[in-house]
């Protein structure tokens, strides 16, 4: 597990890179698809074949999903990452099955909250990219760290 | 379902109520937290009390891909439902064990890809509210539909 992290710890330019890659399987895919997003080309090899896509591909927010993941797994946030809003988010290329997926997060922004004056707010740019280093996916997501010197 | 919907089909100011609500679930907090979003306060009641949420609240990706199903089942775009990015989500409310999950979209923008001649981007707000009518999440997300005339 990384170390604990307060607002204190980020700075503007700050690295995180995910601890390994995550491969994307057709089943992974199917299920998630089947429960959330059922659409032909989430769901079918086949079907897929006939879409926009050319084959099965990952809805986004399975990607969304496995991106958090990476996230929580690189960046420990003291009491946990507790999200602020996303300021954007595009998905760049299909991710397919068997596609190992890993992400660079660069800290962009920090700022004290002026609603919770506990807690500072971090804006960070990821970059999801493929076993190819193609970007996948990139998205500039806030969160909230809390103030060490509030909490000890 | 839905009649299948060309981009020629769009107009700014309409609206596509989601048909039902979906009942969210420990147990689908639980699974999805421990798969995607793997802290604490998505993962266990006790754990939870003691964080932010002050109890056992859904991963914002889950409250996401709810509303990406809700979104598939009300608006059935040709083809399926292509995104074309996420301008803005936001979570305004944590989503407990127990809720309901609703959904209304708004088209607030419909134009021509520059890129791809024969699509239509439709740009949409949805809000997404729980069985009190507060809203959880609200988003701006783009997607592609395609023209009637360019398949036809």
Redesign the interface.
Known sequence: MAKELYFEDFYVGQKFASLGGVKVTAEEIKE?GS???????HLDEAAGEN??FKGLAA???LT???V??LR?QSLNVA?????A???????TLPVRPGDSIHTEIEVVGVRQSQSRKEFGIVRTRTLAYNQHNEVVMR?TVNF?APLRSAVK
């Open positions: 998630f429960k959330y997003d059922p659409q032909p080309f879409s926009f809805s986004g927010w969304a999903a496995i958090m993941r929580v009491g946990g990452m507790i999200g809003g996303v300021e954007e988010m595009r998905w998205s909230l």
